[in-house]
Structures are given as structure tokens and as C-alpha cells.
């Protein structure tokens, strides 16, 4: 074979590129059909997971008729001659007598036979001791399943586990819940003229997303060790190859910086192919982060690992991450499909052509308003840094001011949900 045919057969044809909804539809389909496995987690160590099954109480909420005030349980017509105290977390008697009365606290359970309840600041002593009053036409006890009965769906699987749903859980009866195992993600930073410390300089910058991936990739939920950011990885096939299959051995997600297109020393598609992989997306018509890419493994046992090429330049890494990290995510978690809110543009904001143009915003959620911000080069990070999302401006079109488009929002605190 010549010179000139091997070079022919070598040549990348590059695939088209898919549609920006249409790639966030189909990672996210892909996680779903490899959700992880449910595992069962005490309350103190569930936040952040994901329900994996619906939230229900284990008794009628309240499981008993509880007073709501400090006060008087009564029977009958008053004055009322009290013959006893009820506290929190006992077990009256009931109230045999018509005229009698027990002190009452909130949250106490509510003698059988009490028919109404006096609040103590609207109560007065009689000169025999006897209590007299007026109870409010409305009763002052919650009654046994007010809130949920037993057995009710309160919350669907899918739900993220915060602080509210663990209270909701321990009123529920609950000790531990099952929800999904959290993601276990790594990341291999490609290219040698990284730096890990230090200014840039002399042609060399400095590495941006070693430091900043796996903190998104917390917020979006996964578990991610310091041992589990490795590089720069040199510059080689063998490097790469020898990398990605370490760091799959434990991850359910590796994600990539650089070498997602086909340059002399851009590594990944030949590292994918000699791992097995097979791509679910490759390239994405989005502007910034065009050269993103999703793959998957899947082992003879069934195991399902994935691997995501973000580009090198630190802005467009970060769309990757939105437009399919994110989504991938929330599949692998069990979570429903990310619905975007929408925003109303403050100032105008151009298209990209045929791409779906990601624009950084501030966005004012008071006023429902996304202002753009300066100093968004797809190698830049101060627009960024100051930014809440990405506003979505359809392929074809342009964003006026006054136009309802959608954002992506940035999960900007540990844990915080992010859609």
C-alpha cells in the first residue's frame, strides 16, 4: 500500500454532529437504562443520594389525635375539675367524666372521650379550682392521618434526598432509606503543556479543570477522590490507554480534558476504540464546546461505565458538563429528565448559525431576568466565575430583549439542585 492510500485510510471522517436537545435526550436515556443499584442508606448518611423508591409513612400522619396548643382537654360542659396532666409522649387514660379536664401540652396525644380543647391563655380558675373557659368552635388536635395516611406516596423514586425529605422520612417511622449508590467519577487531564502549580508562562498554561471538574461533578452528585484526578497524562496512545482503563476499573463516569478532536497528539478517539467503546454522542452542534463527546463500555458481565471527552478550553468543558454530564447524571441517579426553567433576556444575545448558542447569564430570579456577562471566550473563565447559567438560544435564531428562553442553571452549592 502507498504512502498516499495509507494516509487515505487513515483520514477521520468526522460523524455529524448531533442536535444540542437531541444529545441531552439520548445521555440521558442512557443513564437511565444504567441506573445504578439501589442500596440502603441510615438517614444520617442519605442526603445527596436519590430515592430509589417511593417515600411513604409507615403510620397515619399523625399516628394519633395530637393537640396543637398548651392547654385544657375536656369533657363535656364547663367548668371542668381537673383530674390529671397529659405530656408529650404518654399514653392518657381517657376522660370518663362530663366536666372533667386534663392539662394538656402541644403534642401530647389526646385522652379518648376529651370533646374540645381550651388553650391555657384563655382559660381562668374557678374559686373550687375547677377550670372555666370557652373552647374555639374549631378543634385544636390534629387528627390521626391529617397529613398522610398510611402507606400514601408522599414522595416518587427519583426525588434528591435533602435535609426536608430526611425530616419528612424520621416523621414517616423511617431509620434508613433506599436510594441509588452515588456515581463514583474520576478525571484524566490530557496534554503536556499543563501546569500544576504555579504562573504561566514560557508557552506553558496552567491547568484550570483539574481543580474545577470534580467539584462540579460533586455537585452533580458523585463521589469523587483526590487519588481519582490524574494527570497531565503524557501525550502518547499508550499513556492514554494504560490512564483510561485505570481509571474505569473503579468509575462509573471518567471524564477527559483535551483531545477530543483529531490533532497529532489528541489521543482519545483511538484510546475509545482500543478500550471497546462505542460513542453515544460525538460532537455536539453547541456553541461553545462543539468537541464533546460521550462513550460507553460495557463489560461481559454487564457493567455499564461511561467516559466524557470535554474539550480542553476551561469554558467549554463546563457546556459539556451541562449538556451531557448533567443529564447522564441525573439518569445514572434515577432522576427524572432535567426540565429547564425559562428566563426573560435583559439585552440581547446573538446566535451561532446552525448551533444552539449557550450564553453565560446572571440571572436575576427575582425578576426573572438573565443578563448577559462579559469575558466569555471559550478559554476563559471570568464570565464564568460570575455567571448563574447558560441561556439557550436555539440553532437558527437570535435572542432579543424581552424573548422567554430557556437557562441551564449552574448548581453553584454542594448538594444544590441544579435544575
Known sequence: MSTETAAAAAEVVAPPPAGWE????????????????????????????????????????????TSSVDGWAVRGDGPWQVVGRVLAGHTPPPLEADGSAVEIATGAMVPAGATAILRIEESTRTADGRVAGTPRPTPEWREPGEEAYAGEELLPAGTPVDPAVLGLAASCGHDTLRVRRRPR??????????LTSGPPGAGRVR???????????????CQVRPADVVGPVADTLPAHVAALRAALADADLVCTTGGTMHGPVDHLHPTLEALGADYVVNTVAVRPGFPMLLARLVDDDGRVRFVAGLPGNPQSAVVALVSLVAPLLAGLQGRPMPVLPQVTLAEPVPGRGDHTHLALVRWDRVAGTAHPVRHVGSAMLRGLAGADGFAVIRPGTSGAAGDRVPVVPLPLTPGERAW
Do not use: K
Not at 467519577?185 to 499543563?194: C, I, K, N, Y
Not at 474545577?212 to 460533586?218: D, E, K, N
Open 207 to 221: 491547568d484550570a479543570l483539574g481543580p474545577s471538574v470534580p467539584a462540579w461533578l460533586r455537585r452533580y452528585g
Open 185 to 194: 467519577a474520576a478525571l484524566l487531564v490530557f496534554g503536556d503543556e499543563l
Open 22 to 65: 437531541e444529545a441531552r435526550s439520548r445521555v440521558y436515556a442512557v443513564g437511565l437504562a444504567a441506573a445504578l443499584p439501589a442500596v440502603s442508606r441510615p438517614l444520617a448518611d442519605a442526603d445527596g443520594h436519590t430515592l430509589a423508591e417511593p417515600l411513604a409513612p409507615q403510620t397515619d400522619l399523625p399516628a394519633f389525635p
